[in-house]
């Protein structure tokens, strides 16, 4: 049986579909129910990973420190993960802090195109001995290619692994075999995918990834993340059993803890709205639709506009405030 690595960001991407207000006590709660359903590594976080809380990109409710801490205390056989960006978690400041508190795995992220900010975070979390794993974000806005490029460049900073991430749910299965493929063939590190369901592809786009040559999954309780959410962790475990995969994740008790999850931390179990399906054609970061929703209503305008427009600009992560521009232009356009 082929052992499949997961990674649980239901602390970290979930964070965004609650606009990062997790407290420590739902922190708490949820690392016990994915340490006794011997989930391999738990990400912990602000939606947008270490360092991110602002308010350019939401303020969280809780700090870095009190969130790692908490996690830590919790968790003893699942690893504490974190998600660093460059430019949002500096060295200095965030990652040697973080490694003081103790996590395990460092996933240092970018946009699909830029590796090459990541050369000094995968560096230092290398040599201060963690499990350190490169991610290209928002991967459909690169050429299969050209994420084979940006990868070997991760690689060679230090990385034991390359996920990309589905950041907008804009990928169909076919479009993930042929990333995934390419970055086997280009690597000689691990391969994972990080999927979303903006169009409903979360589960079958990862079943491409591992039937691609993945050995890298991650999910979420109830699928608990922004937007329209991300690949089920309890229905991912069920498949791959049912493919004959192992993960080491005991069936019942991950149902158990999503259905935890969603009792204690989500107010409400994602499902895929009309302004989600949007997003996934137009290619925009779930994390967005927040944002999204709230200005577009306070100006007026369709949203679906505000997200094809966002699309057509190519907006990326940390350009929140790209949302007010474009909204206001459209109120200008509307207005000739």
């Known amino acids: 049986m082929k052992a499949i690595l997961i990674s649980d960001p239901t602390l970290r991407d979930g964070n965004h579909a609650v606009a990062h207000q997790l407290s420590a006590k739902q922190i708490a709660v949820y690392c016990d129910a994915a340490e006794k359903a011997s989930v391999p590594i738990v990400e912990v976080g602000h939606g947008n990973g270490l360092g991110a809380s602002s308010l350019q990109v939401g303020e969280a409710l809780e700090t870095d420190v009190v969130l790692l801490e908490t996690a830590r205390a919790h968790l003893n056989k699942s690893k504490l993960g974190i998600h660093v960006i460059p430019g949002f978690a500096t060295i200095n400041r965030d990652l040697k802090g973080a490694i003081e508190i103790g996590v395990d795995v460092i996933r240092v992220a970018s946009h699909c195109t830029e590796a090459d900010i990541t050369q000094r975070h995968l560096g230092y979390s290398r040599e201060k001995g963690k499990e350190t794993y490169g991610v290209l974000m928002m991967s459909h806005m690169a050429s299969p290619e050209l994420l084979v490029e940006e990868a070997q460049k991760m690689e060679l900073y230090g990385a034991e692994g390359i996920i990309i ?140 506009d505000v997200y094809f427009e966002l699309g057509r600009r190519k907006v990326v992560a940390g350009q929140e405030d790209l949302i007010i521009e474009v909204v206001l232009d459209l109120v200008k356009n509307k207005k000739k």
């Open 165 to 304: 991430m589905d950041s907008a749910g804009a990928f169909l299965p076919s479009d993930v075999t042929d990333r995934i493929e390419a970055l086997v063939e280009g690597l000689s590190i691990p391969v994972g995918f990080h999927g979303h369901n903006n169009l409903g592809m979360g589960i079958a786009n990862s079943v491409a990834a591992i039937q691609a040559g993945a050995t890298i999954l991650d999910g979420t309780a109830k699928g608990f993340g922004a937007g329209a959410g991300n690949a089920q962790i309890e229905v991912l475990v069920a498949v791959l059993q049912k493919m004959g995969y192992t993960t080491g994740i005991d069936m019942y008790k991950i149902l158990d803890a999503a259905d935890i999850a969603e009792r204690e931390i989500m107010p409400l179990v994602p499902i895929i709205r009309s302004e989600s399906i949007v997003s996934g054609l137009a290619g925009v970061f779930s994390g967005f639709s927040k944002h999204v929703t709230r200005i577009s209503k306070e100006y007026g305008v369709d949203q679906r």
